[in-house]
């Protein structure tokens, strides 16, 4: 069965290349969402103008993979505390579908605080999905069109 997911980490652009590797996942995009500003351009969330966050919306396989993995994947593919050195649309940020999804977000970052890997005071923003607005696109799939093969080729990390 298909789900939705949408889950913001740093760049979308990193983000969406890891997600889409993911066995299970498919119909990634890049997005800005959580904000205020309807229809938002990259300038406009870059200089912090509206609320939003860059995040990477897709499909996943529950057959494939469950909602919990894919929450791991996601806290294991990026720095969770990127916003605090590079901006608010880089805020890690899990939105949820429905109570379930709610539910199994709240264990997973829970697991995450407590690990030691993060600063105790981790803050990881959980908020309902709402409005979602497609990032330009030379945002969609960048590392591929580009050629990215890791962060450590772009400087977006």
Known sequence: MLEQALLAGGCFWGLQAQLKAVPGV?????VYTGGTTENP???????????????VQLKFDTEQ???????????????PVLAERFG??????VFYANEEQNKIA??????VKSSGIYPKD???ALRPVGNV????DYHQD?????NVISDDDCYCR
Request: aromatic share 14%; hydrophobic share 35%; with cysteine.
């Open 142 to 146: 960048y590392y591929a069109k580009h």
């Open 122 to 124: 981790l803050d990881v």
């Open 65 to 79: 993979i469950s909602f919990e993995k894919l929450l791991e994947i996601f806290f294991q593919s990026h720095d």
């Open 88 to 93: 608010e649309q880089y805020r890690t940020t």
């Open 26 to 30: 498919s119909d990634t995009l890049a």
């Open 133 to 136: 607005w497609p990032a330009e």
């Open 41 to 55: 351009s990259y300038a406009q969330v870059c200089r912090q103008e509206t609320g939003h966050v860059e995040a």
């Open 106 to 111: 709240q264990k997973v970052i829970k697991a």
